[in-house]
């Protein structure tokens, strides 16, 4: 009787909060499906077929010789598939590490924890939507009035630019430090906006991963004599390695995705300038292989690193 009635008590907490979870993401789920699913199937349609606009729309088969093209013929794809893989590799553990190193400053109890913790995403809000076609209509403005007159202190300001990377590079060489080490630190050097425009996303989620663990954790810690670097690597780091794996996914996806990725420019100026529709969605798919390749990979090498807490029962 007892074991009946313990059958029919209802669902576990663990299934309930699944279900939670299907209902809170049910809305995107359903408005992809309808929306953004026509649109998949027909990119997978026209990367086999030559298609052209006129009247109406003119399709001829042309099997996988897109796909062919793509590899073998076009001199930009592979080219440009190693430039992204690069960047990515040069992106992704800086800003990770950033956005750790500043979530975790964040997280302390400080006057203005909410101002700082609002500055930090700002780059986020300006980097969307209407301000970044505004920002590119400015650059175009001022390249526009580069070409038609000369001015003597901004070409200064360039040059002057370009002797500090020089002399950094001169004193990185003179410790006998490697060339390519030499460059890395350069490139980092020259892309710290990018670096903090780009990790405001980041510093949210490790924000929210920091503030579900227990104080409690780390007061034992401080009782038993835990010191603060020991409670980074055997408390902060291992509770909130689900979280850093999240944030390396989802670094990854928006590296390769963004406006400013030399691949997404070149399949866009294949199909909408160029109007070769076909081949166009033939980069597309090809892409988006190597995408999850690599975040298979990553996460087949990360997942032996993750630490979950054990199911309450």
């Known amino acids: 009787m007892n ?18 979870g299907w209902i809170f993401v049910a809305p995107f789920v359903i408005g992809f499906l309808l929306i ?21 729309l003119v399709m001829e088969f042309k099997g996988f010789q897109h796909y062919h093209d793509a590899l073998l013929v076009d001199p930009d794809f592979n080219r440009t598939v190693f ?26 109890k400080m006057i203005g924890r909410g101002f700082f913790r609002s500055v930090f995403f700002i780059p ?57 080490f030499t ?14 425009t780009k990790a405001g996303v980041q510093i949210l989620i490790f924000l929210a991963g920091l503030q ?41 996806i928006d590296s390769f995705t963004r406006s400013d990725n030399a691949l997404m420019r070149l399949i866009q100026q294949t199909g909408f300038e160029n109007s070769n529709y076909g081949l166009a969605s033939a980069m597309a798919w090809l892409y988006s292989i190597v995408i999850v390749i690599v975040i298979a990979v990553i996460a087949l090498i990360c997942s032996r690193f993750i630490f979950y807490q054990q199911k309450e029962r």
């Open 36 to 56: 953004y699913g026509k649109i998949l199937l027909d990119s997978v349609l026209y990367s086999f077929f030559d298609v052209h606009v006129a009247d109406t």
């Open 83 to 108: 430039e992204s893989l690069q960047n990515l590799f040069f992106e992704l553990p800086v800003i990770l590490i950033f956005s750790l190193f500043i979530a975790i400053i964040l997280n302390q």
């Open 212 to 252: 579900s663990i227990s104080p409690s954790i780390y007061e034992s810690a401080q009782i038993e004599g835990a010191s603060g670097w020991e409670q980074l690597w055997k408390i902060t780091f291992p509770m909130i390695s689900p979280i850093i794996f999240a944030n390396l996914i989802y670094t990854i």
């Open 3 to 20: 074991k009946t009635a313990g059958r029919r008590r209802g669902l576990s907490r663990e299934t309930k909060k699944g279900l939670r």
């Open 183 to 196: 460059n890395y630190i350069i490139g980092l050097v020259n892309s710290i906006y990018d670096i903090v």
């Open 124 to 180: 986020v809000i300006l980097t969307t939507g209407v301000i970044v076609k505004a920002e590119m209509n400015n650059i175009m403005l001022s390249t526009v009035m580069d070409n038609m007159m000369v001015d003597t202190g901004v070409t200064q300001s360039m040059g002057a630019a370009v002797m500090d990377a020089l002399d950094m590079q001169k004193l990185l060489l003179s410790l006998n430090l490697n060339m390519d």
